[in-house]
């Protein structure tokens, strides 16, 4: 009941995690909703960067056993290389091996030919309206292997830290209606911007699954 001191406790722990939360979360709030607009209107002049992308060959010599399995030399290639990040579109044969090394922005298409003992390189490095997009939608989801999940460090860390941020914004979306709720008869236009709001989103999830008539 309002004014009980459990009521009174509620109120004061959901306005004081409110705050710190969102505190918590602004920059990464900014920074995806920013990504957010650079996805949807790529054809903004100032966040170009597919046209100023950086792209280099380079040879390297490689040795390792093409006896080993495909994790093993993936693992000893990126030692030899210097490389870290997220492995993907892995393709081995009995000559060759084919692999993927990305992180926001910057990836490697890797060739290491086993008879020649030589490693081919053919990187690509964005600027920073790339890196920030390819970061709105960096998770390691792997289209071939959907059920392989991330193989990187960082990426397992970024994929946690997402599902902080969608826990965090759920909770501030609760508390928000906690907080409206308790003052509701000064804000007389709340339910209708309740409705509306759920209207909107309903449209988008349910209705659009209809598709054209």
Avoid at 34 to 43: D, E, I, K
Avoid at 45 to 53: G, H, I, L, T, V
Avoid at 88 to 107: I, L, Q, Y
Avoid at 164 to 169: D, F, K, S, T, V
Wanted: proline share 5%; aromatic share 14%; net charge positive.
């Amino acid at each position: 009941m309002p004014g009980t001191p459990i009521a009174k406790s509620l109120n004061f722990w959901n306005r004081k995690l409110h705050i710190h939360i969102g505190l918590f979360l602004l920059l990464f709030i900014w920074l995806f909703a920013f990504t957010g607009l650079l996805l949807n209107h790529g054809q903004w002049k100032f966040a170009s960067f597919w046209e100023e992308r950086e792209q280099m060959i380079t040879q390297t010599p490689i040795r390792v056993s093409p006896r080993l399995d495909s994790g093993a030399v993936i693992r000893s290639v990126m030692q030899q290389l210097r490389l870290a990040g997220e492995v993907s579109e892995v393709k081995m044969t009995p000559d060759s091996v084919d692999f993927r090394v990305s992180v926001p922005g910057h990836g490697n298409n890797i060739h290491i030919d086993f008879r020649k003992g030589l490693g081919t390189q053919k990187e690509f490095k964005f600027n920073i309206w790339g890196k920030m997009r390819t970061l709105h939608t960096f998770n390691g989801a792997n289209k071939a292997h959907p059920d392989a999940g991330p193989n990187w460090w960082v990426t397992n860390t970024w994929v946690l830290a997402m599902d902080g941020i969608a826990l965090g914004l759920l909770f501030l979306c609760i508390s928000s209606w906690m907080m409206w709720y308790k003052i509701r008869r000064e804000y007389r236009w709340g339910p209708l911007i309740l409705v509306l709001g759920l209207l909107g989103a309903s449209y988008f999830v349910f209705l659009l699954r209809l598709g054209p008539n």
